[in-house]
């Protein structure tokens, strides 16, 4: 074999380094031409964040909520985050939000939620969503239907099992978002079977065994405001 053709092979160790190179150069773009479309991505999304029209207006006052500076420290706003889930219209457009909170902050929803709220909080959460129509985008009265009792119940009942630093409590503003989204007696009185259904308990003893005894009397007083 002449010189001419020796110089004209590759030795085994060249083709191992040149294909390493090879792929470390076909990885670096791919990595970067992810990240281009997911910033490109988030750019379109965050234009639609500024109308509650679009599903983004939700997923960032989500995050926002997350982030949010507390008076004595950092944390989640939780109150926040209850007002926002009340108003979300439908299941259809919370499946929006997942996918616009994905697209802005490549993260899940879901994942974050968990990590915010606590146990109680969460499922206080689900449970609001499960209570909303299959689909739609306004909030027009709708007809009230056992799922919709069977999700105030479940969120009676977060509330009720809510602890702080590993001690029981009761979540106060969680259960005053129920008795106020509550249109009439009657649907006070359906909820307190759903609960009865649920859990096997009463919801007025539990009430009772929940809330002092003036705090009692002021929340009762929001149903027995309402129509009959």
């Known amino acids: 074999m002449n010189a001419a053709s020796t110089h004209d092979e590759f030795t085994l160790k060249e083709i191992v380094l040149y294909g390493s190179l090879s792929l470390v150069v076909l990885g670096g773009s791919f990595f970067i031409g992810r990240n281009l479309i997911?910033?490109?991505?988030?750019?379109?999304?965050?234009?639609?964040?500024?109308?509650?029209?679009?599903?983004?207006?939700?997923?960032?006052?989500?995050?926002?909520?997350?982030?949010?500076?507390?008076?004595?420290?950092?944390?989640?706003?939780?109150?926040?985050?209850?007002?926002?889930?009340r108003a979300v219209?439908?299941?259809?457009?919370?499946?929006?939000?997942?996918?616009?909170?994905q697209k802005l902050y490549s993260r899940s929803l879901m994942m974050d939620l968990k990590g915010e709220l606590t146990t109680s909080e969460y499922n206080e959460m689900l449970a609001i969503i499960a209570g909303k129509p299959d689909n739609g985008n306004t909030n027009s009265q709708q007809q009230i239907g056992q799922e919709q009792y069977t999700a105030w119940a479940k969120r009676l009942k977060a509330a009720f099992d809510t602890s702080y630093w590993f001690l029981p409590g009761t979540d106060e503003p969680a259960i005053k978002a129920v008795f106020l989204e509550?249109?009439?007696?009657?649907?006070f009185q359906k909820t307190a079977l759903a609960y009865k259904n649920l859990y096997g308990n009463d919801l007025i003893s539990d009430l009772k065994s929940e809330l002092e005894f003036w705090e009692y009397g002021s929340y009762l007083s929001i149903i027995n405001n309402k129509p009959k």
């Open 38 to 85: 997911r910033n490109a991505r988030s750019t379109g999304e965050e234009k639609k964040t500024y109308s509650d029209d679009y599903a983004a207006y939700y997923a960032q006052k989500l995050k926002l909520a997350f982030e949010n500076d507390m008076p004595f420290g950092w944390g989640t706003d939780e109150e926040e985050v209850r007002e926002i889930f």
């Open 182 to 187: 509550l249109p009439t007696q009657t649907d």
């Open 89 to 101: 219209p439908s299941k259809e457009i919370f499946r929006d939000i997942m996918n616009s909170y």
